[in-house]
C-alpha cells in the first residue's frame, strides 16, 4: 500500500508570500473567495492560458508546482485584478513574488525574455509597455485600428494636448537611480544569465 506525502502546512507557500518584502503590507492573499472575477477582466487570461484565480488556489493549496508553470509568466502586471478583486486581494502581486521565487530557485524558463526586455527599457526610459509576446495577439483581437493607434501613439497625444509620452530626462535619471539603489540591474543582469544557460 502506497503513502501519500500530505503537507503538514498547506498555507506554507501563502505565507511565505504574505511575508516577503515584496508584498504589500495587506496583500489579502487569505482572504480570497475564489469568485474569479480576477480571470474574468485579466488580458493576460483572454490572450493565453494563465489564470489568476487558479494561480491563487493552487497557492492556498500549497501547490508548489506554480512556481514551476510556465503560464505564470504571461501576467504583465496590468492590475486589473487588484482593482477588481472583492476582497482585496492582489492576483499580480502574487504573481510578482512567485515569479522572484521561481527565479531565485531557478525555475525560470524562456517566457522571462519579454521580461528582461521590459525591464532594460525600464532602466533607459523610465517607462515600461506591452511585452512583446503580446502585440501579435492584440492586434489580432483589436484588429488594425489599434495597430495603427498604437504607431501613431505620439502625434496622437500631442493633438490632445497630452505631451509627450516618455519621461523628461531627469526624471529618467531618477528613476534609473532608485533601480540601481534597490539592486534591479544586478537582478535584471543575473537574469540574463539565467536565459542564457
Not at 17 to 42: A, E, F, W, Y
Not at 108 to 122: A, D, I, Q, R
Request: hydrophobic letters at 35%; aromatic letters at 8%.
Amino acid at each position: 500500500m502506497s503513502k501519500e506525502k500530505i503537507n503538514e502546512n498547506p498555507l506554507e507557500l501563502a505565507e511565505k508570500i504574505i511575508h516577503n518584502p515584496k508584498s504589500s503590507k495587506d496583500i489579502g492573499l487569505l482572504r480570497c473567495v475564489q469568485c474569479g472575477m480576477c480571470t474574468s477582466v485579466c488580458p493576460a487570461a483572454r490572450h493565453s492560458e494563465y489564470n489568476p484565480r487558479n494561480m491563487i488556489e493552487r497557492v492556498l493549496e500549497g501547490d508548489e508546482t506554480v512556481l514551476e508553470d510556465e503560464n505564470l509568466w504571461n501576467c504583465f502586471y496590468c492590475y486589473t485584478c487588484h482593482s477588481i478583486c472583492p476582497v482585496g486581494n492582489s492576483a499580480c502581486e502574487v504573481n510578482q513574488v512567485l515569479k522572484q521565487i521561481a527565479f531565485d530557485e531557478g525555475k525560470t524558463n524562456k517566457k522571462l525574455k519579454p521580461f528582461y526586455n521590459y525591464g532594460e527599457v525600464f532602466i533607459n526610459q523610465a517607462m515600461g509597455g506591452i511585452p512583446k509576446n503580446f502585440v501579435k495577439d492584440l492586434a489580432k483581437d483589436f484588429g488594425p485600428e489599434w495597430v495603427d493607434f498604437k504607431k501613431n501613439l505620439i502625434p496622437i497625444r500631442e493633438k490632445l494636448g497630452l505631451g509627450k509620452l516618455n519621461p523628461p530626462k531627469k526624471t529618467v535619471k531618477e528613476i534609473n537611480l532608485l533601480l540601481m539603489n534597490s539592486g534591479f540591474d544586478k537582478r535584471l543582469k543575473k537574469s540574463k544569465r539565467v536565459m542564457i544557460k
